[in-house]
């Protein structure tokens, strides 16, 4: 069956570091690969998206880099601040529909 | 978020009552969503649709029903409400294939 993988483990690391976070798949051969924030209490909000044919990506702070052999996406955020804090999620889509398969989640807490 | 509103945001319910979630936008999207989000299990897909009365299953169907008799509304109804189904539903809503979602802000559910 399809599987994303994101690091359960939270993600601490100091303010002004890069943050990468990691999104690996199997059994699935997506069109695009999506990146979502989520804070507590609040439903998630896209970040980026990049598609199959894509390398890598890039939204100011952010950067995602797409690997289709390795089946894997990383998630870049350069000079992070504490209010990057959040749980980020990967979200893989195939087909023609538009649905998106989430993974679960890493959440990262960047201390000052 | 803008364009997308849900209601209720919260509500307790009994087990075995009917329950209708509302999804209203304002984007005129073709495609609008229904996610399920619970510890452990991260967001998973309950229903979509592609259009005006076009409907589909998504991977935690069982349960529950929905309807899109308008564009801007798409309506989710537990025909029988369970404890299992306490949880926090979003929905969202894409242009499509290649798009990101836009969620809205969520409803908690608790079947009590």
């Known amino acids: 069956s399809q599987k994303i993988e994101q690091n359960s483990e939270a993600l601490n690391i100091q303010e002004g570091k890069t943050a990468t976070l990691t999104c690996n798949y199997t059994n699935y051969s997506p069109a695009y690969l999506q990146w979502y924030r989520q804070d507590p209490g609040r439903g998630p909000v896209f970040l980026l998206l990049?598609?199959?044919?894509?390398k890598e990506k890039r939204k100011e702070r952010l950067k995602v880099t797409f690997d289709t052999t390795l089946k894997q996406s990383l998630f870049h955020i350069t000079a992070s601040q504490p209010a990057d804090s959040a749980t980020y999620l990967c979200a893989l889509e195939g087909g023609n529909t538009g649905k998106l398969i989430f993974g679960q989640g890493t959440t990262l807490q960047v201390k000052p | 978020d803008a364009g997308i509103t849900q209601s209720p945001r919260h509500k307790v319910t009994e087990t075995g009552t009917p329950v209708t979630l509302r999804c209203h936008q304002t984007e005129n999207h073709r495609y609008m969503y229904w996610y399920r989000q619970d510890p452990g299990h991260g967001l998973r897909l309950i229903h979509y649709s592609y259009g005006v009365k076009d409907t589909d299953k998504g991977e935690v169907s069982d349960g529950y029903s929905v309807s899109r008799s308008k564009t801007e509304d798409f309506l989710l109804t537990l025909e029988s409400a369970t404890s299992s189904q306490t949880s926090v539903y979003f929905c969202?809503?894409?242009?499509?294939?290649?798009?990101?979602?836009?969620f809205g802000s969520g409803t908690r559910l608790t079947v009590v």
């Open positions: 990049i598609r199959e044919n894509e």
């Open positions: 969202a809503i894409s242009e499509g294939q290649g798009y990101g979602y836009t």
